[in-house]
T-cell receptor
Framework: DQQVKQNSPSLSVQEGRISILNCDYT??????FLWYKKYPAEGPTFLIS?????DKNEDGRFTVFLNKSAKHLSLHIVPSQPGDSAVYFC???????????FGDGTTLTVKP | NAGVTQTPKFQVLKTGQSMTLQCAQD?????MSWYRQDPGMGLRLIHY???????DQGEVPNGYNVSRSTTEDFPLRLLSAAPSQTSVYFC???????????FGPGTRLTVL
């Protein structure tokens, strides 16, 4: 049973437009969510996070929205840039659980 | 700070051989983890450690051993390599297990 799902394996957008990456989870105990970005041949790097007590967190061009009732979160990138082309992983954790669970990732391609 | 370092970057093994993947961090993080990433899949937790001398199993621990004798180092041992262990291995560290994780560059392992 996959507890964190990223249902879109890939997404292609035009430079300057908005990119929206989605993530669904099933475990209602999850209370902390993170997005990581990964370039080829490199390790993932932290992008942005959100606690379950919030429904939005913003950092520059990146905004994460959390809908607890739907068990859904999304990452918005505005405006998208070619350098944003990477694999984006959603991760979730529960206080006291001791580990994070990752989705399978979405490959974002931003076309110039 | 070098962050999280992993050696080797690439390794080819024959079935049945053993080897150790090295991981070190210089951020004084208590928590360290090992993940594997297979094509088209997310990061799956193999083993993790909450401090020197303390380790625990993740989702996919079979065929792997770990130990944590110092805060800085967290080696992963493959006891008898199998083709199913062909993957990219990432080591990560963090202040808290559910906190932002800092990943190494990965080790690409092929078992023939």
């Amino acid at each position: 049973d996959q507890q964190v799902k990223q249902n879109s394996p890939s997404l292609s957008v035009q430079e300057g437009r908005i990119s929206i990456l989605n993530c669904d989870y099933t475990n209602s105990m999850f209370d902390y969510f993170l997005w990581y970005k990964k370039y080829p041949a490199e390790g993932p790097t932290f992008l942005i996070s959100i606690s379950s007590i919030k429904d939005k967190n913003e950092d520059g061009r990146f905004t994460v929205f959390l809908n607890k009732s739907a068990k859904h979160l999304s990452l918005h990138i505005v405006p998208s840039q070619p350098g944003d082309s990477a694999v984006y992983f959603c991760a979730a954790s529960a206080t006291g659980a001791g580990k994070s669970t990752f989705g399978d990732g979405t490959t974002l391609t931003v076309k110039p | 700070n070098a962050g999280v370092t992993q050696t080797p970057k690439f390794q080819v093994l024959k079935t049945g051989q053993s080897m150790t993947l090295q991981c070190a961090q210089d951020m004084n993080h208590e928590y360290m983890s090992w993940y594997r990433q297979d094509p088209g899949m997310g990061l799956r937790l193999i083993h993790y450690s909450v401090g020197a001398g303390i380790t625990d199993q993740g989702e996919v621990p079979n065929g792997y051993n770990v130990s944590r004798s110092t805060t800085e180092d967290f080696p992963l041992r493959l006891l008898s390599a199998a083709p199913s262990q062909t993957s990219v291995y990432f080591c990560a560290s963090s202040y808290e297990l559910t906190d932002t994780q800092y990943f190494g560059p990965g080790t690409r392992l092929t078992v023939l």
